[in-house]
């Protein structure tokens, strides 16, 4: 899928989710530059939360796995009621902006509002600065 097409899909999806569409293309854009394919093992997230669990080993690491253009959680993705077999899923543009809308609404709703808290949260608080680097990029979506 062609950057302009996920883009649209973006847009629609954050739309659908009473999200602002910027917002939306700018956390995709600063999460994994538009790659629908984007992963990252999260270890310490694994070593605390999912390994616990004593799920499958399969299961458990890739609940600790960011996945897609949002680099929604698997972890996340089961909360939100992701029921897939596999958490892979996320890096099919629909699906992985789906629940990543799910979760940055979930994450405004709970600030009230306010948009750079909400991004703060849904980036796990691990940089004070992912706030203001996201909402930079939203001069390419005006």
């Known amino acids: 899928m062609a950057r302009d097409d996920l883009i649209v899909l973006a847009r629609s999806t954050a739309a659908a989710h009473g999200l602002d569409p910027v917002v939306v293309c700018a956390v995709a854009e600063q999460e994994s530059d538009w790659n629908p394919w984007a992963v990252r093992f999260e270890p310490a ?7 616990p669990m004593h799920l499958t080993d399969t ?3 890739t609940r600790a796995i960011s996945f897609g253009l949002m680099q929604i959680m698997g ?5 939100l009621g992701l029921t897939a077999p596999f958490l892979s899923i996320l890096c099919d543009p629909a699906a992985g902006l789906e629940y990543g809308c799910r979760h940055l609404a979930n994450k405004l709703r ?3 509002g306010d948009v750079a808290a909400a991004l703060l949260h849904y980036n796990g608080w691990g940089n004070p600065n992912y706030p203001a680097e996201v909402l930079a990029r939203k001069v390419h979506y005006l």
Do not use: I, L, P, S
Not at 45 to 51: A, I
Not at 75 to 79: K, L, M, N, S, T
């Open 59 to 61: 299961e458990e690491y």
């Open 110 to 112: 709970n600030a009230g």
């Open 45 to 51: 997230f694994y070593k605390k939360y999912t390994q």
């Open 75 to 79: 972890e996340v993705a089961r909360e």
